[in-house]
């Protein structure tokens, strides 16, 4: 039941004793408006006249009726008992006779006068009291309120409830690997107390977003059965001085408390950056935080078994205080899955899902290189939400294969209406990127081909690499840069003008080509010199701006070289096209009747036979003939998400 509800009921009913006790103070006393009071000897001197008719006596009162011929009856009041009284009219000479002639009465007061009377008597008190705990309640309240401030936000998980464990967590076997052994030091610590091992006060998990830093941190504690705090650094800092250094030290002390138990701290870059940064001055608030943070990490007390767990992504933006042995001991790093770690990946997320029996995670995790664990996730449930909108039992290879293109280019939008000069133009234009993977000696093969709008795409051409890669090559470089331009270098060749279509190829392919001269020391007229130092301010965490640290000669070089690069690649495209020109018109004819090119369809294609579709050949296409630059209209600027904009992954 709510406490604030309780409390104000409390004065509420306080407040209406009072106000009902005086009521009926008032009511008694209205009942009897003209007594006038009178003195004993003054009473005994009516009596002894004969004007009294009747005398009421109770314990502190006596009431007295005079009568007077001509006018109504008067009462009058003395304040004395009963006792008293007789006594008193003795004293004053009257007599027994002059008694016996006024009707006398003796009346015991009822109880509740008497409370009453003692209520009215404490009213002011009453009144005083309440308004007193009134004030007090809020008064603790609010402090209360201000006190929160500075607890803890972290979220605790006990260890003795079902939760994740290191067989829900797949693709990061040498991370797991690493962390059994805090799982060990939190079960046995004699094991290690024995050798002279003390526990490791804190592991910092490194990686890309979504490769499962999070979750592998809930699975140390599924594992060893203690308990688990979870906070993000955000929640640490407030608009108030020293909340955030308030907030750690309750953090702490509640987890040495429950002790032995695992802290994780997620995203720890936002408390934990580099000091010094030259923004805010020394005493910010963040600051503040993070030496809290340093202090509690390496204090006196070196029996407490807890481990603080971080994560982040920008391990390199963090204060090297927060990084030395003492305080993260260990620093294991999450790399995006391998493909061994994709298929185990998928068979996690798999369980208890119905698939098609042509489903094989093998080819899946084989066509999702670059993915992470959340990637993958996303993917097996777009492919069940793709399977229960088209009324499926189960989900097939389709639906999985559709899910992909989902995940990295978004949903097909259908219901974009294209021209067929754009159609023919988004045809050639994919057709280009195609044929130059295919035939281009250092490039991974073509995947799939589709003109339809996905996402902010108009259209892409996907390939597949043959293995996982982990390094680039001069020669690899060089065939990305051709395969970029082969979509320009179709429409040149073909229609003789390019369209804005190739707007995001030729920056993909400027790009290749200047972080191979400037980063990667493949330029043989340049030599291996890094040129450009890229200045970052970590106090924000990101780039701004490049340090110039090369004369202006050799930046007119570094322009001449990527030049010459694209000038290559664009010329080797070219040649490509014009050499495979029946290749290439076959594919957009393929595409224009079907739109999308994968698999069988794309290799049937290649050999110059018709595409499948419904399951029967169709009809062989048409190669489409070109106007002739006599007939040919100018074709008009395209807006700038063009077919094709983005075309090529790679």
Known sequence: MDTKWLRNSFVYLIILVAIIALFFTVVQQGGTPDVKPIALNDLAQRIKQGQIKSIEVTDDRVVATASTPGAPDQKFTTRTGRDNFLDAMHNFGVSPDELANVSYTVKDPPQISN??????????????????????????????????????????????????????????????QELQEVVEFLKY????????????????????????????????????????????????????????ASRVRDLFDQAKRNAPCIVFVDEIDAVGRQRGAGLGGSHDEREQTLNQILVEMDGFDSNTNVIVIAATNRPDVLDPALLRPGRFDRQVVLPAPDINGRKAILEVHAKGKPFDKTVELATLAKVTPGFSGADLANLINEGAILAARRNKKT???????????????????????????????????????????????????????????????????????????????????????????????????????????????????TNIARKMVKEYGMSERLGTVALGHKEELVFLGREIGEQKNYSEKTAEAIDEEIRRLIDEGYAQAVQIITDHRDVLDHIAAALIQVETLDGDNLERVFRGEPPITGGTPAESPQPVQPETPRERPTLQPVPRLSPGAASSTS
């Open 395 to 509: 989900i097939g290879m389709s639906e999985l294969e559709e899910a992909i293109d989902r995940v990295i280019a978004g949903p097909e939008r259908k219901s974009r209406v294209m021209s067929d000069k754009e159609k023919q133009l988004t045809a050639y234009h994919e057709g280009g990127h195609a044929v130059a993977m295919r035939y281009l000696e250092h490039h991974d093969p073509v995947h799939k081909i589709t003109i339809i709008a996905r996402g902010m795409m108009g259209g892409y051409t996907r390939p597949l690499p043959p293995e996982d890669r982990y390094y680039m090559t001069k020669s690899q470089f060089k065939a990305s840069i051709a395969s970029a331009l082969g979509g320009h270098a179709a429409e040149q060749v073909v229609f003789g003008e390019i369209s804005t279509g190739a707007e995001n190829d030729i920056e993909k392919a």
């Open 115 to 176: 409370w009453l009377g003692i209520l009215v008597n404490l009213l002011p008190l009453i009144f005083f009291g309440a308004i007193l705990l009134f004030m007090m309640r809020q008064a603790q309240g609010s402090n209360n309120q201000a006190l929160s401030f500075g607890k803890s936000r972290a979220r605790m998980f006990m260890g003795n409830k079902p939760t994740i464990t290191f067989q829900d967590v797949a693709g990061v076997e040498e991370a797991k």
């Open 189 to 244: 610590p004699e094991k290690f107390a024995a050798l002279g091992a003390r526990i490791p006060k804190g592991v910092l998990l490194v990686g890309p977003p979504g490769t499962g830093k999070t979750l592998l941190s809930r699975a140390v504690a599924g594992e060893a059965g203690v308990p688990f705090f979870s906070i993000s650094g955000s929640e640490f800092v407030e608009m108030f001085v020293g909340v955030g």
